[in-house]
């Protein structure tokens, strides 16, 4: 059985313990493969590139605005040591041609590691915001449209234009990474998924909503 890595979270910052949510694990093992939380050590990406098939990078908190060269305006909870473990495994796992899946933060690191940048706070930085992004009470329902682009991965596997998704962020992409392409807008105008090759992100939280959107998590394990 195929094997993903998926990036750790806070847990307890209090008691020092990491942790990933469970929605994910799940996600990964419905999808047919098994799933691996990683430890926080820049000395074992190398091997975790090497050894694992696939990297899911999960949601979390924001990422340091000065890897963008931005002033830290908008920004909290920032963890140099969390941003430089997933840019150091991006670059493994592109290096060596292995399927890479971004979730929310995960979406804004792929972004940063490509060279883009982010709106430290779309709320104060967005002019054309039509909609509140940040639904804390509502990760598991669906509450906006996003329209999909052209011939994009998410085209091909749903064949439609818009779809639902739920919404779960305070930043997003501003500048989009070298290489990327856009694969679905909000209605308001901001990037809510790209993709290069064997790279797939989005900024909602399809893990939170599986049986509507197990299809994505099917897509990136058949690009095992």
């Known amino acids: 059985m195929k094997k993903v890595a998926l990036t750790p979270r806070f847990c307890d910052k209090k008691y020092e313990k990491d942790g990933v949510n469970h ?10 493969a098994t799933p691996y939380m990683l430890c926080l050590s820049l000395r074992s990406v190398a091997d975790y590139a ?10 979390g908190e924001d990422i340091n ?12 909870r920032l963890s140099d040591e969390y941003d430089n473990f ?9 290096k060596l041609n292995k399927p890479i899946f971004g979730i929310c933060r995960g979406l804004q690191i792929i972004n940063v590691a490509f060279k883009g940048t982010l ?3 779309i709320d104060k930085e967005y002019q054309d915001l039509k909609r509140r992004h940040l639904h804390n009470y509502h990760k598991g329902k669906l509450s906006h449209r996003v329209k999909i682009a052209e011939d994009s991965f998410l085209d091909h596997l749903y064949h ?11 930043q997003a992409v501003k500048d989009l990474g070298e290489g990327l392409k856009v694969s679905a807008y909000s209605d308001d105008g901001l990037i ?4 290069a090759e064997k790279i797939i992100a989005v900024q909602w939280h399809p893990e939170k909503i599986f049986e509507y959107q197990k299809e994505l998590f099917t897509y990136f394990i058949n690009m095992l």
């Open 23 to 32: 929605a994910y694990i799940e996600a990964i093992s419905k999808s047919g």
């Open 50 to 59: 090497k050894d694992m098939d696939g990297l899911l990078i999960t949601g």
């Open 65 to 76: 605005p000065k890897l963008y060269s931005q002033d830290d305006v908008k920004s909290h």
């Open 86 to 94: 997933e840019i150091e495994l991006i670059k493994a796992f592109h």
């Open 119 to 121: 709106y430290q706070d």
């Open 160 to 170: 439609k234009k818009e779809m639902m998704v739920n919404s779960y962020h305070h």
């Open 192 to 195: 809510e998924a790209f993709e």
